[in-house]
């Protein structure tokens, strides 16, 4: 080679030497061009051999694979199914996926088909075809990143009225939530470019930059919202469905329990409770009237603001509404209604109330017939008290007596000592119903028609004896006699059953007492309605007589009118005659003036002006009228003054048996003084001893009489307190037990009685001193003259009757006085008529001498501070001594009656004024009246159970749901229920 390497090889060979083999070279090379255009494998196969000379290359595979796709792509997460078809002459029966170093069969679809999936592709993955011991050219299914929401989480911002702290919630999209609530969501994505949230129709695109992005919406309905993720390889990524449950607010309920007082008919109780989902705004109580009288209702709404949490989603309520500030008037009605407003502070606060309830105040005729029920009732059940106590006191008797008999007490004795123990409790819980009853019955009495000072006194007297029926000593004995069963001690029992025996007298007494003056004051009452009643009719039958003189009136309503008057008038004659039974069953019936020439002279003039009327002669009928209603007037006033001078009569009477009563006791206290001295001082063996026990025996049958005479005056005076009657059979007593050992000389035990017999004298004698005392004041107070006769006139200490009362007085006269100048023009002057015209002229003359009296202390009082404000009385009562001194002479004429209807005007100035000064701004103190403004026990028992769910509130988690917290309250409802 070195040797050739001088020579360049183009020197050495010489091509040009070769162009003569080119013919031969022309024909291969044909051959190769149309072999590299027909079938060019056979030379590019051989050639690729030759260049790949270090490689393994198999043979040619005699089939072929086709795929569906050229560059296969999935998103990653995701299965994708990769498909593929096999040509050429031969078909394998398995071809397997070659990933990596792992070959995987596939599966066949057809004949020719083929498949293979990918599972949870992630990444790129390069893979070949391998079958029959031939390989396919190499396929790479290429990763594409997926739009994916990672997590989320949901803000909620909750009504602030609700009082609920905010949350978050993760990755939780179906919410439950209040009406109002702001909902945030927080969205962390990856490989999303836009994130779109569909509510119901609207969709909403939110932009996600840096995989974060958030939205906000309102909840006000419940619906449903999808979630979608996409990006710019795949539109359509993740898809969501959740639900939004909205719990809107809901309307409070409300629900409510009445009651009323028994012994009130203008105070009602109520009891309530509410319930809201979120709490309450405000509690109301609302009313309006309807008046009895003119029919007409008040549109205003008077509305209560009630106390109500404002933090809990329960709660009760107590209300107890007094109707008497109203000012309601028998007849009214009034309808009323509870109202609660929940806290909703989204749509408004929303209320429920109550549905509208009315309460009818009974009308006077409703009422007067429940006073009758009440009293008929209470009565009874006295005389059925009365006959118990002395049923009692017999049994008491006869167990005393077999005991007497006996060492010892077995069981019979004990089994009648536990039914006398029983019968004394059931008249004990009897006489407690009684006094309940009366004191019920008496408030709703006085709730409308409040009656006078001294019938409001009487019944206040009445209470205080009913009350000490039942002594707290009495009581104490029942206690004792319960212990000394248990230890069966024969000895103290009997010495407990004579301290009942004595108790049971005292309690039948006063029980005969207390029905006594009921019966007294249930007619005093009903003869003080009874007047009112009638100058009421008079009232109105003379305003009847006034339209009937009108020329445009209708004959015929006033017909109607005055058939009602008619009707009214004979219903006040019935009410006359009840009045004259109650009178008769008194063991001191009160004096009445008969009225029944009255009643029918009154019955003939309403008849005679509704005959009138029918022949529409309306003048005729308004003089029939007018006298029907000074008839009235004038029948008024006389039951009236008889009801006063009666009532007088009977206090002077009392009064005069009371010194009576005291002078004897006195009297005997002093006797038994000096027989107890001698008692003292005398030999048991003397023979003047026995004649000393006849002393005693007399004295005891003397003080027998002033006890039978001090209960009879106790029953018409209830300023005699119930010790008297007990001092009294104290009395006796001591008395029985002195003349017991006056046989036997036991001069000790008799002094010793005797002592106990002039302690309770003394006893009595300081009592009924205090009672007449009592009685000789309230006689001075209700006279307008006081002193101890019962004549017009006096002197003393006395209330001064007002300008009102003086009027009424005056037109009473002036009635009486236009009868009589009518009965003069009528009637002929016989001797007869003249005696009895002249008894009726010093009367009258009497009366207004004691009116004129009246007005003049009235002038004198009201002239005290120099202000002159009873010149005008004074004025009036110098015409009154003219008018006395005309009554005096007989000289009742025309000029008479004009300067008593002058009279009379000058005192309604005098009215008028008196009206207006006590209108006055002074400061003035008032006595607090007794209104019962609650139901004690049914506070107490609200506020316990307040307090009980107040403290089971208190344990309920603040943090639980509503649903799950209104469960837990409907819980502790039912729990306090039980």
């Known amino acids: 080679m070195s040797e050739l390497r001088p020579v360049p090889f183009s020197s050495a060979i010489d091509l040009r030497e070769n162009k003569k083999y080119i013919r031969w070279v022309l024909p291969p090379l044909a051959i190769i061009i149309i072999l590299l255009f027909a079938a060019p494998s056979v030379i590019t196969n051989p050639t690729d051999r030759l260049l790949r000379h270090g490689q393994i290359i198999p043979d040619e595979a005699p089939f072929s694979i086709v795929a569906t796709e050229d560059h296969p792509s999935t998103p990653e997460n995701s299965d994708y199914t990769f498909r593929f078809s096999v040509t050429g002459k031969e078909i394998p029966d398995k071809i397997y996926v070659v990933i990596g170093s792992q070959q995987f069969i596939t599966e066949r679809d057809s004949a020719t088909s083929f498949s293979y999936t990918f599972r949870n592709v992630q990444e790129d993955v390069p893979f070949a075809f391998f079958a029959s011991g031939y390989y396919s050219d190499q396929y790479e299914l290429l990763v594409l990143p997926a739009p994916r929401l990672i997590d989320f989480d949901v803000e909620l911002n909750y009504p602030s009225y609700i009082k609920r702290t905010d949350e978050v919630i993760s990755n939780t999209g179906d919410l439950v939530v209040p009406q109002g609530t702001k909902i945030n969501w927080n969205f962390s994505t990856k ?186 009732n209470i009565k009874d059940k006295l005389e059925e008290s ?117 108790s049971n007298e005292d309690m039948e007494k006063e029980l005969d007492r207390a029905l006594e003056q009921f019966k007294q004051l249930e007619w005093e009452q009903k003869m003080e309605k009874a007047i009112d009643k009638l100058e009421k009719l008079a009232e109105e039958q003379e305003k009847l007589s006034e339209q009937s003189e009108q020329k445009n009136a209708d004959s015929e309503e006033i017909k109607k009118e005055q058939e009602k008057l008619n009707e009214e008038f004979k219903e006040m004659e019935k009410e006359l005659e009840e009045l004259e039974k109650l009178n008769e069953e008194l063991e001191t019936p009160n004096g009445m003036p008969q009225t029944e020439e009255q009643q029918k002279d009154i019955e003939q003039e309403q008849q005679k002006s509704s005959e009138e009327l029918s022949k529409n002669k309306k003048s005729n009928a308004s003089k029939s009228q007018k006298s029907a209603s000074q008839k009235m007037k004038q029948m008024a006033a006389q039951m009236e003054m008889a009801m006063e001078s009666g009532e007088q009569e009977q206090q002077e009477e009392d009064m005069a048996a009371l010194r009576a009563l005291l002078e004897n006791i006195v009297t005997l206290s002093f006797d038994q003084e000096e027989v107890m001295a001698k008692f003292q001082t005398i030999d048991h063996k003397d023979p003047n001893y026995k004649n000393l026990g006849h002393t005693q025996r007399k004295l005891k049958d003397d003080s027998k009489m002033v006890e039978d005479s001090l209960f009879a005056l106790s029953k018409r005076v209830p300023q005699i307190s119930a010790a008297v009657n007990h001092e009294i059979n104290l009395v006796n007593e001591y008395m029985e037990k002195a003349l017991t050992g006056i046989p036997d000389h036991k001069t000790a035990e008799i002094t010793t009685s005797q002592q106990y017999v002039m302690t309770s004298f003394n006893n009595l004698a300081l009592m009924l001193d205090e009672a007449l005392r009592q009685m000789q004041q309230q006689s001075a107070n209700s006279k307008p003259g006081s002193g101890s006769c019962n004549k017009p006139g006096g002197s003393g200490s006395k209330p001064k009757p007002s300008a009102s009362q003086i009027k009424k007085m005056q037109e009473g006269l002036a009635k009486q006085l236009e009868e009589m100048k009518k009965q003069g023009k009528n009637k002929g002057e016989s001797k007869g008529q003249g005696q009895s015209m002249s008894q009726q002229l010093a009367e009258m003359a009497a009366k207004q001498a004691a009116i004129r009296k009246a007005v003049e202390e009235k002038a004198a009082e009201l002239n005290q501070d120099g202000s002159g404000n009873g010149n005008e009385l004074k004025q009036i009562a110098k015409e009154m001594e003219e008018l006395q001194r005309d009554i005096v002479n007989n000289q009742v004429d025309e000029e008479t009656i004009r300067r008593q209807r002058d009279i009379e005007i000058r005192l309604l100035k005098a009215e008028e004024a008196e009206r207006t000064r006590d209108k006055d701004n002074e400061r003035k103190s008032n006595e607090a009246q007794d209104y019962p403004t609650s139901n004690p026990m049914k506070y107490a028992e609200y506020m316990r159970k307040k307090q009980q769910e107040t403290e089971l509130l208190k344990t309920v988690p603040p943090s639980l749901k509503p649903y799950y917290k209104e469960k837990v309250n409907s819980y502790f409802n039912k729990l306090g229920a039980k």
């Open 191 to 376: 490989n999303t470019d836009i994130l779109s949230i569909q509510f119901g129709d609207s969709l909403y695109d939110v932009p996600s930059g840096d995989d974060e992005s958030s939205f906000s919406q309102t909840a006000i309905n419940s619906l449903m919202y999808a979630l979608r993720t996409s990006n710019q390889y795949m539109p359509t990524g993740d898809s969501m469905s959740y639900r939004i449950q909205v719990v809107p607010d809901v309307h409070p309920a409300i629900n409510v329990e009445e009651a009323r007082d028994s012994a009130s008919l203008l105070q009602m109780y109520f009891t309530g409770d509410v319930r809201d989902d979120y709490g309450f705004k405000r509690l109301t109580f609302n009313y309006r009237f309807t008046h009895h009288e003119s029919g007409e209702g008040d549109d205003q709404l008077h509305t209560i603001e009630l106390p109500v949490s404002h933090e809990n989603i329960t709660d009760e309520f107590f209300h107890s509404w007094d109707l008497r500030p109203l000012n309601i008037q028998p007849g009214d009605k009034i309808s009323y209604f509870f109202e609660i407003w929940d806290s909703d502070g989204f749509n408004g606060s929303k209320s429920a109330s109550t549905g509208i309830r009315e309460y009818a105040v009974p009308t006077e005729e409703e009422l007067e017939d429940r006073i009758d029920q009440k009293n008929e």
């Open 386 to 502: 009365v006959k118990d106590a002395k049923a009692l006191e017999k049994q008491l008797e006869e167990l005393k007596r077999q005991l007497m008999d006996k060492k010892e007490m077995n069981w019979q004795d004990q089994k009648k000592l536990e039914e006398l123990m029983k019968r004394q409790a059931e008249l004990q819980k009897q006489v407690e119903e009684i006094q309940k009853e009366n004191q019920e019955k008496n408030q709703q009495e006085n709730e409308f028609n409040q009656p006078n000072e001294q019938l409001k006194e009487k019944q206040k007297q009445l209470e205080e004896l009913m009350n000490q029926v039942m002594t707290p000593e009495l009581q104490k004995l029942m206690d004792e006699m319960q212990r000394l069963m248990e230890e069966l001690n024969k000895d103290e029992i009997q010495k407990e059953l004579e301290k009942m025996d004595l």
